[in-house]
């Protein structure tokens, strides 16, 4: 079992940025792909951001690419998600996801089995 725990989300406005954590516990860290996906009200979850067991690749969606980086720090068990110009569009709840059959997962949704309990992030205009 791997459990994540996300935090750093909060209302900030356009412009702005945040810096979302996710910390893993259960499994060795640097086995696991890890990824960043959202949800707003009445869509489905989308991914954002992912990168491979040992930080070397890392993929983004188009709608946050040059904005948000992706990172992560095997020797604490975390991934972060830099997120930087962030824009109301970009509102939602944030999931960091784990892997732990593949090197890198990349955007598909059904390759991540555990998930967090997401951290709200909004940005007001």
């Known amino acids: 079992q791997v459990h994540l725990v996300e935090s750093g989300g909060g209302l900030v406005q356009a412009g702005g940025s945040l810096r979302l954590s996710c910390a893993a516990s259960g499994r060795t860290f640097s086995g696991l792909a890890m990824g960043w996906f959202r949800q707003a009200p009445g869509k489905e979850r989308e991914f954002v951001a992912a990168i491979s067991r040992s930080g070397g690749s890392t993929g983004y969606a188009d709608s946050v690419k040059g904005r948000f980086t992706i990172s992560r720090d095997n020797a604490k068990n975390t991934v972060y998600l830099q997120m930087n110009s962030l824009k109301p569009e970009d509102t939602a709840v944030y999931y960091c996801?784990?892997?732990?059959?593949?090197?890198?997962?990349?955007?598909?949704?059904?390759?991540?089995?555990?998930w967090g309990q997401g951290t709200q992030v909004t940005v007001s205009s």
């Open positions: 996801g784990a892997d732990t059959d593949r090197y890198y997962s990349g955007s598909n949704v059904y390759n991540y089995k555990y």
